[in-house]
């Protein structure tokens, strides 16, 4: 990958970083009057929490191509996947209690969980990427060492 395509995939998944955390807090403190009922159940699971499952998904994904992480160590690989789901967690439960202060909105623990579920899912995607990164790169120093 040139440099210059590298620095403009960079920019846009900053872009695309922002643009996502404004639409988690529209969806999140958003007035919506005209949904239709939500409660009715996909394969068991409320549609509600398939939703919340599905917004909060990309975090740990989005986030990593934003900062650009470059791990050169394993241990530095399991760091940044952990930090990207503490902070994927911290923005969940945020958003949760920030919801606790309207009038239009209420709180769910179950919410967090399915947020909870759909960060571990795929921080465990980008720790899995990581760690390919990680093991790539050391076959390349050791081969170019020989």
Not at 73 to 84: I, N, P, S, T
Not at 133 to 141: H, M, P
Request: glycine share 6%; with cysteine.
């Amino acid at each position: 990958m040139g440099e210059k395509f590298h620095t403009l995939f960079v920019m846009a998944a900053r872009i695309a970083l922002l643009v996502y955390f404004g639409m988690v807090l529209y969806v999140c403190f958003g007035h919506f009057d005209d949904l239709p009922d939500m409660s009715r159940p996909i394969w068991g699971i409320p549609q509600d929490k398939i939703i919340h499952f599905i917004m909060f998904f990309p975090f740990p994904i989005i986030a990593a191509l934003a900062l650009d992480l470059r791990p050169g160590r394993y241990g530095k690989a399991f760091l940044e996947a952990f930090l990207l789901l503490v902070c994927g967690l911290g923005i969940a439960a945020a958003t949760e209690i920030g919801q606790g202060y309207t009038t239009y909105r209420d709180p769910s623990i179950w919410d967090w969980v399915a947020d909870t579920s759909a960060l571990l899912s795929s921080s465990l995607a980008v720790l899995v990427v990581l760690l390919f990164k990680v093991r790539r790169s050391s076959c390349r120093n050791a081969s170019s060492a020989s």
